[in-house]
């Protein structure tokens, strides 16, 4: 087969690929999670055959010991997350009754004034405000149904564990059997850039998985420190939207000084929230990520932002998990293509001299 035969023959498992990730997706979701566990702790597994213990036990004993610490958060964090997040709401539904009161007489006002009197049988605030909760009630249903349905959540929780337990125990045979479908040709060069996808891809999450715990377990101790109310879910939800660059600090500042200016009366508490952000901000860019991460990942924080908007647009929920290791993936292959553009006839030939005798 010529190379263009092989280039359409890739690019066709390409788009079957493709397709087949847009009509499977609502069942992927704990397959593709499985995978994320047993990428991210084959190391551990690793570690524990250098031990001299055999690879099924160092995957139970790995797996057991994931699943038991993330049930024990959740069964530890759940209830306060549970009371801080129905308080939060109702606070939320109470401020918006209330600005709808101060508004709403400026708001008859300028109806009357432009002929319009129908507006001024309105409900009463609690009417818009329920409206406005059903409303928000209705999207999240919506997110919820598209993005992570019932029977995925079930899955998640019951399947999960089982096929992680097994793509880890075999981790090593499907790299292999992988390795072995590679073209002959062009092996040497596939491995390459499959090592640098797994250096960058591993760095980042890896990396980036601690530096958002780190940061939540600092947001949510420095804000229940400063006596803000609903510090847990706010400080949890800082550091984890940390993976999203820029978003996490900004979400978490917005939030929390909403909620700050409407608790205190003085100023200087309000500025001590503040300050709790700038001080993460200050560990995060100066201490965490150069230590955890570093430079060596390569992952452009635009490029980052894009490849997560485009997943959700195009897979939602499922696509955003996706984002990253196909972020990572065509970043490096594209640099490749640079690579072999510049140092290619095509390249050399648009910037060529021209000879002595002025011909082109």
């Known amino acids: 087969m010529n190379t263009g035969g092989r280039v359409l023959s890739w690019l066709a498992l390409l ?18 999670a499985s995978a994320a566990i047993a990428y991210l702790f084959d190391p551990a597994v690793q570690r524990l055959e250098r031990w001299r213990m055999k ?22 964090l759940a209830p306060i997350l549970q009371r801080q997040l129905t308080g939060l709401i109702q606070r939320l539904i109470e401020l918006v009754q209330e600005l709808l009161v101060h508004v709403r007489p400026y708001l008859e006002e300028a109806a009357g004034q432009a002929g319009m009197p129908q507006v001024k049988e309105l409900g009463g605030a ?67 850039q499959f090592r640098l996808i797994d250096q960058r891809l591993a760095g980042f999450l890896r990396g980036q998985a601690l530096v958002c715990l780190l940061l939540a377990i600092f947001y949510a101790v420095s804000l229940t420190l400063a006596g803000l109310k609903y510090s847990l879910i706010l400080g949890l939800l800082s550091g984890v939207l940390t993976f999203i660059p820029y978003v996490g600090a900004a979400v978490g500042l917005v939030a929390s000084l909403a909620v700050a ?12 929230v503040a300050g709790v952000f700038l001080l ?15 430079d060596r990942v390569g992952l452009h924080p635009v490029w980052l932002i894009f490849a997560l908007l485009a997943g959700g647009a195009l897979f939602g929920f499922f696509g955003m998990l996706l984002a990253v290791p196909v972020a990572a993936a065509a970043g490096v292959l594209l640099r490749f293509a640079l690579d072999r553009y510049l140092n290619s006839s095509l390249h050399r030939a648009a910037n060529r001299p021209a000879d002595a005798s002025g011909e082109g």
């Not at 690879?55 to 530890?76: K, M, P």
């Not at 200016?261 to 001590?272: H, V, Y």
């Not at 993460?280 to 570093?294: A, D, H, I, M, R």
């Open 261 to 272: 200016f409407f608790q205190f009366d003085d100023w200087t508490r309000i500025a001590i």
């Open 15 to 32: 788009s079957v690929g493709l397709v087949l990730l847009w009509v499977l997706q609502p069942v992927l979701l704990p397959f593709v």
């Open 126 to 192: 609690s009417d818009i405000a329920g409206k406005v909760i059903g409303w928000a009630g209705g999207m999240l249903a919506g997110l919820w149904s598209g993005g992570l349905a019932l029977v995925n959540l079930i899955s998640l929780v019951f399947i999960t564990p089982i096929v992680a337990w097994y793509l880890l125990r075999d981790w090593p045979r499907i790299i292999a059997y992988v390795d072995a479908l590679l073209p002959v040709d062009h092996a040497e060069t596939i491995r390459a």
């Open 55 to 76: 690879r099924a036990i160092a995957t139970t004993v790995v797996i057991c010991l994931f699943f038991l610490v993330l049930s024990g958060a959740i069964a530890l």
């Open 280 to 294: 993460g901000q200050f560990l995060e860019g100066n201490f965490f990520t150069p230590k955890l991460v570093g």
